[in-house]
């Protein structure tokens, strides 16, 4: 099994993350963590935290001379803000100078504060924040490593900002192609679509609103077998959506066709099962994200992951009470991001990649990556085909070759 917890406050010293499960011998460098975590903190619309905010790393334990232990793997993600917030977020008794009494629409504030007994906002937006979802892509880095070594890459683009969107013939981004979506401030890979997104976020930035916006995430090379049929806490689409939901404003995860698929008629939303010699068992169509009865097939994993526009505006519109005179009052105008999509997006992988990885060694286990890997291609041969056509080769065969989808059906990407 592979978990992670992460700890830490938005504006507090640090934030820290413990990766448990992973085998010894994965190859991993400081710098595979940082370029992660830089790609989270761009995109167009975001405002200038992420831009003199740089992460600084520390590899606390668990990996000795770029390898991992098999023991559990600690990082430490430095708040470079730090000095700023000392006082105000120290450990140590003693009382914030500042209380927010006035909870923001949207946020966790006011739920939290009733909930915890708090009267400043604060102790519960420190750790709502989506600050947090750094040590997150850090984790997700390691799962990663660890899946690249079983053929598995994972690819996201934005399919949606705002009211701008891609079409059914918009292209999918294959493995190769993660670059070129990153190269994009929007991370769209329509080029069409991503002047539309931009000029969104432009729209919207100049009225002090927010937006939202749909990734879609891409597991490419995902071998069949992953997730379980028996119970409903081992079904491999459960489980990815509750890890994409748990991103902080996702409010809905659709995998493969299915908000479409509600309503096209049966005959028209299933993958086709046809065998071919070279891959084995192939799915022309990837209706059903790669998933079924809760178990990968070998086709292309596709998943949606819909985010509600940031709830903290440029603008006070929002309507709230002051908790302290339980005054009507407007929501505090605080500096933040037109939209965080484009980084969202990256978080998705990362949990993507969490779910792939736990599943992956719960089906191949092993306490080294070369046992991982053995049963991985012990399992794939016992199938009929060769481990090399379920480490990604072209093709989209059950074994796990899968490519990316062109047809009308499945090179739909809009949200
Ligand atoms: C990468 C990322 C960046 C975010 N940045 C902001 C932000 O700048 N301002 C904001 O109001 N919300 C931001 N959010 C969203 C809030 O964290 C989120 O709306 C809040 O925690 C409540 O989420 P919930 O409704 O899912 O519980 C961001 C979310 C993500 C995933």
Same mark, same amino acid.
């Given at each position: 099994?592979?978990?992670? #917890?992460?700890?830490?406050?938005?504006?507090?010293?640090?934030?820290?993350?413990?990766?448990?499960?992973l085998p010894a011998g994965v190859p991993v460098e400081a710098s595979d963590?940082?370029?992660?975590?830089?790609?989270?903190? #761009?995109?167009?619309?975001?405002?200038?935290?992420?831009?003199?905010?740089?992460?600084?790393?520390?590899?606390?334990?668990?990996?000795?001379? %770029?390898?991992?232990?098999?023991?559990?793997?600690?990082?430490?993600?430095?708040?470079?803000?730090?000095?700023?917030?000392?006082?105000?977020?120290?450990?140590?008794?003693?009382?914030?100078?500042?209380?927010?009494?006035?909870?923001?629409?949207?946020?966790?504030?006011?739920?939290?504060? #009733?909930?915890?007994?708090?009267?400043?906002?604060?102790?519960?937006?420190?750790?709502?924040?989506?600050?947090?979802?750094?040590?997150?892509?850090?984790?997700?880095?390691?799962?990663?490593?660890?899946?690249?070594?079983? %053929?598995?890459?994972?690819?996201?683009?934005?399919?949606?900002?705002?009211?701008?969107?891609?079409?059914?013939?918009?292209?999918?981004?294959?493995?190769?192609?993660?670059? /070129?979506?990153?190269? +994009?401030?929007?991370?769209?890979?329509?080029?069409?679509?991503?002047?539309?997104?931009?000029?969104?976020?432009?729209?919207?930035?100049?009225?002090?609103?927010?937006?939202? %916006?749909?990734a879609e995430v891409l597991a490419y090379g995902v071998p069949i077998g992953?997730?379980?049929?028996?119970?409903?806490?081992?079904?491999?689409?459960?489980?990815?959506?509750?890890? #994409?939901? +748990?991103?902080?404003?996702?409010?809905?995860?659709?995998?493969?066709?299915?908000?479409?698929?509600?309503?096209?008629?049966?005959?028209?939303?299933?993958?086709?099962?046809?065998?071919?010699?070279?891959?084995?068992?192939?799915?022309?169509?990837?209706?059903?994200?790669?998933?079924?009865?809760?178990?990968?097939?070998?086709?292309?994993?596709?998943?949606?992951?819909?985010m509600k526009p940031l709830a903290t505006l440029n603008r006070p519109v929002?309507?709230?009470?002051?908790?302290?005179?339980?005054?009507?009052?407007? +929501?505090?105008?605080?500096?933040?991001?037109?939209?965080?999509?484009?980084?969202?997006?990256?978080?998705?992988?990362?949990?993507?990649?969490?779910?792939?990885?736990?599943?992956?060694?719960?089906?191949?286990?092993?306490?080294?990556?070369?046992?991982?890997?053995?049963?991985?291609?012990?399992?794939?041969?016992?199938?009929? +085909?060769?481990?090399?056509?379920?480490?990604?080769?072209?093709?989209?065969?059950?074994?796990?070759?899968?490519?990316?989808? /062109?047809?009308?059906?499945?090179?739909?990407?809009?949200?």
């Amino acid at each position: 099994m592979l978990r992670f #917890l992460t700890a830490g406050e938005s504006h507090g010293r640090a934030l820290v993350v413990i990766v448990e499960g992973l085998p010894a011998g994965v190859p991993v460098e400081a710098s595979d963590i940082t370029d992660e975590l830089a790609r989270r903190r #761009l995109g167009y619309g975001r405002g200038p935290r992420m831009r003199f905010e740089a992460d600084e790393i520390s590899l606390v334990g668990g990996i000795r001379h %770029g390898r991992t232990l098999g023991s559990p793997v600690a990082i430490e993600i430095a708040n470079t803000e730090w000095p700023k917030w000392t006082e105000e977020m120290s450990p140590d008794p003693g009382a914030p100078t500042k209380v927010l009494t006035q909870p923001r629409p949207g946020h966790a504030d006011l739920a939290g504060m #009733l909930k915890y007994g708090f009267e400043d906002a604060r102790d519960v937006l420190e750790r709502a924040s989506a600050r947090e979802t750094a040590a997150r892509v850090a984790a997700g880095t390691l799962a990663k490593l660890l899946l690249a070594h079983l %053929g598995v890459s994972i690819v996201s683009h934005i399919v949606a900002l705002g009211a701008a969107s891609t079409g059914p013939d918009s292209p999918r981004p294959g493995p190769a192609d993660l670059d /070129q979506v990153d190269a +994009s401030s929007v991370r769209c890979f329509d080029p069409a679509v991503e002047t539309a997104m931009i000029e969104e976020i432009k729209a919207a930035g100049k009225a002090g609103d927010s937006l939202g %916006g749909v990734a879609e995430v891409l597991a490419y090379g995902v071998p069949i077998g992953l997730g379980s049929h028996v119970q409903w806490d081992r079904k491999l689409d459960a489980n990815l959506a509750q890890a #994409l939901m +748990s991103i902080q404003a996702v409010k809905a995860v659709e995998i493969g066709d299915g908000w479409d698929n509600a309503g096209r008629r049966g005959s028209e939303a299933h993958d086709a099962i046809r065998y071919d010699e070279a891959e084995g068992y192939v799915r022309p169509t990837a209706r059903a994200g790669g998933i079924e009865g809760g178990i990968s097939n070998g086709a292309l994993l596709v998943a949606r992951v819909a985010m509600k526009p940031l709830a903290t505006l440029n603008r006070p519109v929002l309507e709230t009470v002051d908790v302290a005179t339980k005054e009507s009052t407007l +929501s505090f105008r605080e500096r933040t991001d037109t939209t965080a999509v484009p980084a969202m997006g990256v978080v998705a992988e990362s949990m993507t990649a969490l779910v792939l990885a736990n599943e992956a060694l719960r089906k191949f286990g092993g306490d080294s990556l070369s046992e991982v890997v053995r049963n991985r291609d012990g399992f794939v041969a016992a199938l009929g +085909s060769t481990p090399s056509a379920a480490a990604g080769a072209p093709g989209s065969g059950a074994f796990g070759g899968n490519e990316p989808e /062109q047809t009308p059906d499945t090179g739909r990407a809009a949200g």
